[in-house]
């Protein structure tokens, strides 16, 4: 295998200011994750709502660099780069998020729309048709309706004209962010098909996030199950989907597609629901101790670290 993405210990924390503008305690959103894509493969993300899926995926794009940790791409570490040689580099990675709506300007054709980034890229007006034309092929929108605005489409035909304009800049990377979360299950189906074709024809590689695994396990080749921000299980999805080992990689798996536990964004003054993160949580312990229905002391004196159980498979549980 080829390998594309090497992310190693990669930390994000994120500092409140409190009253009296005194510095409060970092919530720590993405906690020593490690992981690598190889190219042409789907590396899945699952979680849920709250656990540091985003930011873990806006780090690793130097979005919003980590505050610890490395990522390197075709084995050049992100850190070496100049902040011109980033930009040029970040034009091969693109982001699709779950809201269409929020992605596409109401107020521009979606011509416009894709147009710029062709602009950007130098094309005259004669290719950049020519190239509207053939991405808006390749995602099933009729180019006969390339005139129009954002609300004349369906919210699954939003999400295709989301992936042609990711697809305007050539990337060989396409970060996935929730991309049917928002989409009725029989457009999903859809999506995901179209994205599979896509990926297969122009040979990309995919970073593809959800908060269902079963959707991730149908999609990707590969995954990482996170949980507070720490990945707790890596594993082929053929593995994950015999031999599920972690327990909160099997509560997923019971738990009903599609239904999400929030948290309250702002709130970090202590514990939270299940997957999201408690603010300053000692990193002693396994972050599902309270929750673990076969748990015991060891448990939330010592902290598991990710251990190979078989080829490829690593488990963060001493139970496993
Ligand atoms: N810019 C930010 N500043 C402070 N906290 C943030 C910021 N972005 C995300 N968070 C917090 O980090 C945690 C992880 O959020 P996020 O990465 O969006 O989770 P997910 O994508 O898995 O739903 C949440 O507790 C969220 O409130
Ligand atoms: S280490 Fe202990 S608490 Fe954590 S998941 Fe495994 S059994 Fe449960
Ligand atoms: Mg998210």
Not at 95 to 113: C, E, T
Not at 200 to 218: G, P, Q, R
Not at 302 to 310: Q, S
Request: charged letters at 25%; proline letters at 5%.
């Amino acid at each position: 295998m080829d390998r594309f993405i090497e992310i190693k210990n990669l930390v994000k924390d994120f500092y409140g200011r409190g009253l009296l503008n005194r510095r409060k305690p970092a919530l720590r959103a993405v906690d020593r994750v490690s992981f690598n894509i190889d190219r042409n493969t789907v590396f899945g993300l699952v979680g849920e709502s709250g656990c540091g899926k985003t930011t873990l995926v806006r780090s690793i794009l130097y979005l919003d660099p980590p505050t610890s940790g490395e990522i390197r791409v075709d084995g050049v570490s992100l850190d070496n780069l100049s902040s011109r040689q980033l930009r040029s580099f970040r034009k091969r990675m693109q982001i699709v998020f779950q809201d269409p709506n929020s992605a596409l300007n109401p107020k521009m054709r979606i011509d416009a729309s894709l147009a710029e980034g062709l602009v950007n890229r130098g094309f005259p007006a004669v290719e950049r048709d020519r190239r509207i034309r053939r991405l808006l092929g390749l995602v099933g929108i009729a180019s006969a309706h390339r005139s129009r605005f954002p609300h004349e489409f369906s919210g699954g035909q939003k999400q295709r004209i989301v992936i042609a304009r990711a697809l305007c800049m050539e990337p060989d990377f396409l970060v996935l962010d929730e991309p049917v979360s928002n989409l009725d299950v029989s457009i999903q189906a859809q999506i995901i098909n179209l994205l599979l074709d896509l990926k297969k024809e122009l040979a990309l590689t995919y970073l593809f996030i959800s908060h269902d695994l079963n959707l991730v396990v149908y999609f990707s080749d590969r995954l990482g199950v996170m949980y507070q921000g720490r990945l707790v299980e890596l594993a082929s999805a053929d593995q994950i989907m015999r031999n599920p080992c972690h327990p909160y990689t099997r509560k997923l798996f019971s738990s009903v597609p599609g239904k999400q536990t929030d948290i309250e964004e702002d709130d970090d003054s202590g514990p939270v629901s299940s997957g999201g993160l408690k603010a300053a949580r000692s990193l002693a312990g396994c972050p599902y101790a309270d929750e673990c229905p076969i748990g015991d002391r060891e448990c939330s004196e010592e902290e598991p670290v990710l251990v190979e159980i078989t080829a490829g498979h690593r488990v963060a549980c001493f139970k496993a």
